[in-house]
């Protein structure tokens, strides 16, 4: 047994393996397809809002000529069209009219006012043997070209008028079959060749006498909104974020003579996905046929499957390479070993820059001690002024401590050196200034500086009474080495301030903070209206 034991494993795993192989390739194949049928249902959602937006169009208009029971001019009608903004929100629309009906021998009134509206005397090429017509009496966009169409009776169009007697049936919206609609010319002048499309119609009853028996003595006339098929889909598909999805959407059923648009990027057919929805557009169906494009991408890697199943085989073989993988293990304990002792000495030399930091704060501790009982009239101003100096430096060291770069931010070490002396809330535009990381002794110094500048303030300044007296605001300036960091500190509100008799130790230790240990330079100016300090320091980070 122990003979065949390689084998025997070798083929177990082999067939795990290829079973799971077989399950990652029908599973992603699942996935792909629920990822197609989201991007087909955001399409044709995006494609049912536009027509939604298109038939309220039309709603609108209905309302409009409702409310007017006596008839629209074509100065009224040329207004309300103007403030549709057609461009920019209704995109496809090619005309925008009222069909008037008339029974045979009416075509008398209709031309009287075409006429009256338009100033033309149209011709009236209607069929004969139809029980009423519907011909065109007021059009938008009217120009040049499209006033030709006026008088046209669209009811000789068998597909338009079965549209137009549903909407005598029920009153409600009702669209067309795919129509060849001659379009407008281009910015040339020069004709474009027919496209498809359809027309909505809307009934217009008399006297608002609901729609049923004798529908056309209850109809006065119809208005209809006509529109480019391509222009419609492109602007429902073209917003971000684009659809990885090509559509045909056909009239009714699928079939060519009834296509009104066919996405121009062609479908790659490679992934076998295919799915169709079907709408309503003013109760008439449409169907709807999605294939994904090439922007298409499956979920999960279609080499999954085959990986894991060489996965198997790799796995079955590595029963006869044991051996190789202790010397690898061997290998790992080594380089293990060594990173030990490399973190080690890492550790060493951190605890030296510890020994090195913790010795520099604890003198500079015991000057602040010394200095600050020197100029302490008594144990309690000395506990008062050293414990609040200490706080200075803690706050300093608790931020660089925070910081992974060892680095502080200028304006939260503003703020908190700010607030422990005032004890409140800063007012905004008290700070102003670009984001500036400071290293570790630039902190520790700068803290102090800002604790003893704020301390005055607080004692002889207008910012004891108010804090919105103060106003700190900095800037880098220059490149390179030569980059210098600009604070200026303005205390407002005193006026005809002057300058002490005597140099306190808070002001001694800005100094040496400044001057000394950060190289840089400090001004006073007692002004009338208060006190401005400017400091200017070499900045290389």
Same mark, same amino acid.
Do not use: C
């Given at each position: ?32 397809? $629920? ?46 069209? =103007? ?11 090619? *005309? ?5 009906? !008339? ?12 006429? *009256?509206?338009?100033? !033309? ?11 009423? #017509?519907?011909?065109?009496?007021? !059009? ?35 669209? +067309? ?6 379009? %407008? ?14 027309? $909505? ?11 049923? =028996? ?19 889909? @492109? ?16 009239? =009714? +059923? ?10 121009? $990027?062609?479908?790659? #057919? ?19 046929? %999605? ?8 979920? *999960? +890697? ?25 010397? /690898? ?11 030990? @002792? ?25 000057? !602040? ?13 000395? *506990? ?6 200490? &706080? ?13 770069? &060892? =680095? ?44 003893? %500048?704020?301390?005055?303030? %607080?004692?002889?300044? @207008? ?7 103060? /106003? ?43 001057? /000394? ?17 400017? $400091? /200017? ?5």
């Amino acid at each position: 047994m122990r003979k065949f034991f390689p084998t025997i494993a070798f083929v177990a795993v082999a067939l795990a393996s290829l079973v799971l192989a077989g399950f990652a390739y029908f599973a992603a194949r699942e996935a792909a397809r $629920i990822k197609f049928e989201a991007a087909a249902d955001d399409a044709v959602g995006r494609i049912e809002s536009r027509l939604d937006l298109h038939t309220s169009l039309l709603r609108a208009t209905e309302a409009f000529f409702s409310a007017r029971t006596g008839g629209v001019s074509r100065a009224e009608f040329d207004k309300f069209y =103007q403030t549709l903004d057609v461009d920019g929100n209704f995109a496809g629309l090619l *005309s925008l009219g009222y069909l008037k009906l !008339i029974r045979p021998g009416g075509e008398a009134a209709a031309r009287d006012e075409i006429r *009256s509206n338009y100033g !033309i005397d149209p011709a009236f090429p209607l069929a004969d043997g139809l029980e009423w #017509h519907a011909p065109i009496t007021l !059009i938008e966009p009217h120009d040049g070209e499209s006033q030709r169409y006026l008088g046209y009776d669209v009811a000789i169009d068998s597909v338009s008028r079965a549209a137009m007697e549903q909407a005598m049936a029920d009153g409600a919206l009702h669209a +067309s079959g795919r129509r060849m609609l001659d379009p %407008l010319p281009d910015a040339k002048g020069e004709a474009k060749s027919a496209v498809p499309g359809f027309v $909505i119609f809307a009934r217009l009853g008399v006297g608002g006498v609901p729609a049923g =028996q004798d529908a056309v003595a209850k109809t006065k006339g119809f208005l209809y909104a006509a529109f480019r098929a391509r222009d419609l889909f @492109e602007v429902a598909l073209g917003k971000a974020p684009q659809l990885p999805v090509n559509l045909e959407v056909y009239d =009714q +059923s699928i079939d060519l003579g009834n296509l009104l648009y066919r996405s121009e $990027i062609s479908p790659v #057919h490679g992934y076998g996905l295919k799915t169709m929805r079907m709408i309503e557009v003013a109760g008439r169906p449409w169907a709807v046929v %999605l294939r994904p494009t090439a922007a298409f991408t499956e979920p *999960s +890697s279609p080499f999954v499957p085959v990986v894991l199943g060489l996965f198997g085989l790799l796995l079955a073989g590595t029963i006869a390479m044991i051996a190789r993988y202790q010397e /690898r293990a061997f290998d790992a304990a080594t380089r293990l070993h060594e990173t030990t @002792e490399k973190s080690l000495m890492e550790k060493d030399l951190m605890l030296q820059e510890m020994r090195h930091r913790i010795k520099n704060s604890i003198a500079r501790v015991l000057a !602040i001690a010394r200095q600050t009982a020197a100029h302490s009239a008594d144990l309690k101003e000395f *506990s008062s002024s050293f414990s609040a100096r200490l &706080q200075s430096m803690a706050a300093s060291q608790d931020m660089l401590t925070r910081s992974r770069r &060892q =680095q502080a931010d200028l304006g939260d070490l503003l703020r908190i050196e700010l607030g422990q002396v005032f004890g409140k809330d800063l007012p905004d535009g008290l700070l102003s200034g670009p984001q500036v990381l400071l290293d570790e002794t630039t902190t520790q110094a700068l803290g102090l500086t800002f604790h003893e %500048l704020a301390t005055n303030a %607080l004692k002889y300044g @207008e910012a004891g009474s108010s804090v919105g007296a103060l /106003r700190v605001d900095w800037s880098v300036d220059g490149q390179g080495r030569e980059r210098m960091l600009a604070l200026n500190w303005i205390e407002a509100g005193k006026l005809n301030l002057e300058a002490p008799a005597k140099t306190g130790f808070g002001t001694k230790l800005i100094d040496m903070n400044i001057t /000394r240990e950060l190289r840089g330079t400090i001004e006073r100016e007692f002004r009338e209206d208060g006190l401005q300090v400017k $400091i /200017r320091i070499p900045h290389s980070n």
